[in-house]
Every structure is written in structure tokens, then in C-alpha cells.
């Protein structure tokens, strides 16, 4: 099954249930015609969370940097002695 | 009786204009991977800056069959870089990588473990987790890749956690199958290449890597890279 038509299927559970809710009145009507607008409110708050969490603990790595001029250093040596063109570009 | 076949992996490196960055790299790649059976297919796509003759002082130092270099008239794209490359694979295994040294070959052995261990199609390597991670992005670098991280997470269910990557290994049968199915370039290509093994149901494992960016101050990032991605995810979401 396509990813699209997954999503299509959820959309659609969730929207019956919403007529569902619409036509029984358990939560009363004008509640539930604000429904969608509070799930995609509730999405958009979701998303800008993980993106905030997510650029909080965003991984780095400082010493890497330090590590990578050792790994050229230590190549360029060795290729020189062996007649690799290792100048600067 | 039955003959244990041996492993091979075969890392296809496209370059242009890398002459300093594929010596350095192949230095790297034999440093790390000394008791592996592999070659180096260096796909070059017609360097002005002298790639090819550094390619061939190499053969000097590491021999003409570990290192082949089957390069192309012009600049002709990844996606086509990575076939041209696959035509000359002999190993079992690819890996592919960027030749800028922003992925470093000493993570190659924790791919080739991490695929023997579970044994997987794919193993991809992710910035984003625990043990990996990135140098040389502003704050600005950042939110733009996680905010394009949590929207593609959100719409398209991957079931990796970096999906514009392009370190990875593939079982060279896998990486052929996919590769015939997509159509993207750029980096949307590296994503629907993950998003269409995940959908065909191959299995991905991820192994932490760091990634030093080293173009600093290039705006790799403008708008018109966002609409591309944009319209990038929208075709992975509606076709995958």
C-alpha cells in the first residue's frame, strides 16, 4: 500500500469518528465542531516542539574538527614521502 | 562442500574537483580498513583541477586494483555518478560516501560490524543520534535541518533519523534494485533512495557518524533549496 494511502485511511478513521461524534452529542455540538481546528493546532504545537527539543540537544562535536586536522596532517606527511601532490588547492 | 564466500566491499567515491580531499581520503579509507577486502571506484566527473592525475600518483602507492578511477566526460550528476560507479563494482557490498571529508572513512568499520551483526541491506549513517553529530553549522544550519527533519519524520514515516545522509553501505543487490526506481536529484535523492528501501520493506540499521562540515560560510541553504525540498517531500509522500 502506498505511504499516501496510508495516511488517506487515518484521515478518514479520524473524520468518521468526528461524524460520529457530530451525531451522537456525547461532547456537546459546538465543542465538537472545533475538534479539527484544536488537532491541527495541537499537531503544529507537537511540531514546533520537537523541533525545539530536537535543535536543544542537537549532537555536536567540536573535537572532531580537532581530529580531522590531525587525520590531514598525518596523511599529508605520508603521501609526500611517497610522491602524492599533496599542495595546497 | 560448501565455499564461505568471502566479503568485498567496493566504496564508490564521485569527485569534482577534489584533488587534495581523494588523496586524503584514500590515506583514510586503507588506514582503517586494513583487514578488509575493498577498492575504491573514484568516479570522476572531468575535474579541471588535476583530480585525476593525483588518482594516478596514487596507483603508484596503493596499486591499480584497489583503486579505480572510471571517471566521465562532465559534471553529470550523483544519482548517475553512483551507476556509472555500480558498473564496476566487483564486491558484494557498496559504500557509498562524500569525497569532501565530511565523512570520515574510520566509521567504515563500525558500518561493515553493524552489518554483520544484524545483517542487514542497509546500513546508513546518522548525525542525529546519540554519538554523532555535526561541526561547523550555525543555529540557523540547525533549526533549518531539524525543522526538514521533523516534517519529513511527521509525513513520510522513514524509519530513519537522517534521511538526506549519504554515508551508507548497501548490499550491492539492494543498491541496484533501488536505484533503478529513482528519479530525484540532489540530496532528495539520497531521501528517496532511504524512503524506497524502507518501503520495500529491505532492512536498515543506522550506526552513529560525525559529520565535519568544512565549506564554512557557503550558504548551501537558500530558498531555493527549501522549495526543492518542499517539492521533494510532496513527490516521496504522494509516490513512495
Given at each position: 500500500m502506498k505511504h499516501i494511502v496510508k495516511i488517506m485511511v487515518l484521515l478518514v478513521a479520524i473524520s468518521a469518528c468526528w461524524i460520529g461524534l457530530l451525531q451522537t452529542s456525547i461532547i456537546p455540538r459546538s465543542h465538537t465542531?472545533?475538534?479539527p481546528?484544536?488537532?491541527?493546532?495541537?499537531?503544529?504545537?507537537?511540531g514546533l516542539l520537537m523541533v525545539g527539543v530536537g535543535l536543544m540537544n542537537f549532537p555536536t562535536c567540536p573535537q572532531e574538527a580537532l581530529l580531522l586536522h590531525q587525520d590531514i596532517d598525518e596523511a599529508k606527511e605520508f603521501l609526500k614521502r611517497r610522491g602524492v601532490d599533496v599542495g595546497s588547492d | 562442500m560448501v565455499k564461505e564466500k568471502k566479503n568485498k566491499y567496493s566504496i564508490i567515491v564521485p569527485t569534482y574537483n577534489e584533488r587534495l580531499n581523494i588523496a586524503l581520503i584514500v590515506y583514510l579509507i586503507f588506514k582503517h580498513l586494513r583487514d578488509v577486502d575493498f577498492e575504491i571506484i573514484i568516479v570522476d566527473d572531468g575535474s579541471p583541477d588535476g583530480?585525476?592525475?593525483?588518482?594516478?600518483?596514487?596507483?603508484?602507492?596503493?596499486?591499480e586494483?584497489?583503486?579505480?578511477?572510471r571517471p566521465r566526460a562532465k559534471k553529470l550528476g550523483l544519482g548517475t555518478a553512483y551507476i556509472h560507479g555500480l558498473k564496476h563494482v566487483s564486491g558484494n557490498f557498496v559504500v557509498i560516501m562524500d569525497a569532501d571529508l565530511s565523512h570520515h572513512?574510520?566509521?567504515?568499520?563500525?558500518?561493515?560490524?553493524?552489518?554483520?551483526?544484524?545483517?542487514?541491506?542497509?546500513?546508513?549513517?546518522?548525525?542525529?543520534?546519540?554519538?554523532?553529530?555535526?561541526?561547523?553549522?550555525?543555529?540557523?544550519?540547525?533549526?533549518?535541518?531539524?525543522?526538514?527533519?521533523?516534517?519529513?519524520?511527521?509525513?513520510?514515516?522513514?524509519?530513519v533519523s537522517d534521511l538526506t545522509g549519504s554515508f551508507r553501505l548497501y548490499k550491492k543487490s539492494v543498491l541496484e534494485d533501488i536505484i533503478s526506481s529513482v528519479v530525484s536529484k540532489g540530496y532528495v535523492f539520497q531521501m528517496e533512495m532511504i524512503v524506497r528501501a524502507s518501503r520495500k520493506g529491505y532492512h536498515i540499521e543506522e550506526v552513529p557518524i560525525t559529520f565535519v562540515d568544512r565549506v564554512f560560510g557557503s550558504s548551501k541553504l537558500g530558498?531555493?533549496?527549501?522549495?526543492e525540498y518542499l517539492k521533494g517531500l510532496a513527490y516521496l509522500l504522494v509516490t513512495t
Open positions: 465542531w472545533l475538534l481546528i484544536y488537532f491541527i493546532i495541537s499537531l503544529g504545537c507537537y | 583530480t585525476q592525475e593525483v588518482v594516478k600518483q596514487l596507483h603508484q602507492v596503493y596499486g586494483d584497489r583503486i579505480l578511477l572513512p574510520k566509521y567504515l568499520p563500525s558500518f561493515i560490524k553493524k552489518q554483520l551483526e544484524t545483517g542487514a541491506s542497509i546500513v546508513t549513517g546518522t548525525r542525529y543520534v546519540k554519538g554523532g553529530g555535526v561541526h561547523g553549522w550555525n543555529l540557523m544550519r540547525k533549526l533549518t535541518s531539524r525543522g526538514a527533519n521533523v516534517l519529513a519524520q511527521t509525513l513520510l514515516w522513514p524509519g530558498g531555493s533549496e527549501i522549495v
